[in-house]
């Protein structure tokens, strides 16, 4: 497949749909890059076993093991590279394990860490659980508010962002912070599921490193675990590789072609996830129970115009909070929504709601606010049927007051 006319560089939508797929061979290839399941890899010889093994040591992109994967990893390794604009990407079984890969690789004992305070919550655990035991310290800050020069430390070795942040959807100025820890040496990573990698480039805008879970986007039918790391150099490639190797990271097969077959359709979920999400968000501002709705693409939201400045579009997260309801009212609501489901995750084709735990919103060093909130993942169903589901789940809530 080629990736350019003559003079002239194709769109990043066609390059997506093609990335990865299979060379042409008349009458006998497929459309999709088969799902090579493996353990072994066979060798003709013990020199091309040896020549293999050397290569792979040395950062090359080749197989000696059925852990390295074969060609549906190296197809959806290529599409996430050419999605995300890195060098190398690495694949692991969850969006979470994609985080700790990240931080285990670059963190050592003795060194600091800077992480937004609006992350996906489970790096908190992480943190708590692994990183405090070997020794490394965490520091939580306000990267909307704080002064990031001021919390660098000699010993700082990672500015660890998300944005928009999980929950409240704050945006982040990505490449006036990175910016400022790249000037110190200090590594930045981002996660970028939020975005799907298609609304926003984190490595063309600063970043060093992106993260997502492709549990959800890139996946979008709610039938796959997997995390992506692309990273935009061969140095941190390496480092990458050697935590990624001791760890045992791999995935199936299966799962890899799922994924692919997700990132062919993103572009146009995504779209319809923003059109659906939009009219959502400003039905919820017309309604007398809601004082504040959490979308970056509604002017209103005060992360508005760094959105419009760093991304093309918004994704299907809305979060609402009630202006005066109790958190029994709140729950009413989210048990009185039928075509919401209620569960974590998303990125699916299906709509979700949350009811927000407190303690999580607390984390946010900005949330001043007490009333409830919840998260709402707007999927592909009709706008006009969500927006009925809402307005009905409103009247029980108001009826549970
Ligand atoms: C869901 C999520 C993750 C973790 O992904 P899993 O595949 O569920 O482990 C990481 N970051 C963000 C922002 C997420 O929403």
Known sequence: MTTSFPGKRLHSATRL????????????GPVNVPVVRT??????????????????????????????GLDTHRALEDAVVGLEGGHRAFLTPS????????????LSPGDH??????????????????????????????????????????????????????LLYEVLDLPALSAVARDRGVTVATDNTWSGGWFHQPLALGANISIQAAT?????????????????????AAKLSTAYEALGLTIGADDAYLALRGLRTLPVRLAQHQRNATAVAEFLQQQPQVSRVFYPALPTDP????????????????SFEFRHATPAAANAFVDALRLFGIGASWGGYESLALAAQPERLREHRQ?????PVVRLHVGLEDPQDLIADLSQA????????
């Open 113 to 166: 860490a800077l992480v937004a305070d609006g992350v996906y919550a489970p790096l908190r655990r992480v943190d708590s659980t692994l990183l405090q035991r070997l020794g490394i310290t965490v520091e939580y800050f306000s990267p909307t508010h704080d002064d990031l020069a001021s919390r660098l430390r000699p010993n700082t070795r990672l500015l660890y962002l998300e944005s928009p942040s999980s």
């Open 216 to 236: 959800k986007y890139i996946s979008g039918h709610s039938d796959l675990m997997q995390g992506i790391v692309v990273v935009d150099s061969p140095a941190l």
């Open 39 to 68: 353990s072994t890899v066979r060798f003709e010889n013990t020199a091309a076993q040896a020549d293999h093994h050397h290569r792979r040591t040395a950062g090359e992109r080749v197989a000696s093991y059925g852990r390295h």
């Open 367 to 371: 949330w001043t606010g007490d009333a």
């Open 394 to 401: 409103f009247a029980a809530g108001a009826r549970a007051l």
């Open 17 to 28: 749909l093609h990335a990865g797929a299979p060379a042409l061979r008349e009458g006998a």
């Open 303 to 318: 992360g508005h115009t760094l959105w419009k400045r760093d991304f093309s579009g918004a994704s299907g997260l809305v």
């Open 95 to 106: 969006g979470l394990s994609a985080i700790t890969l990240v931080l285990l690789a670059l």
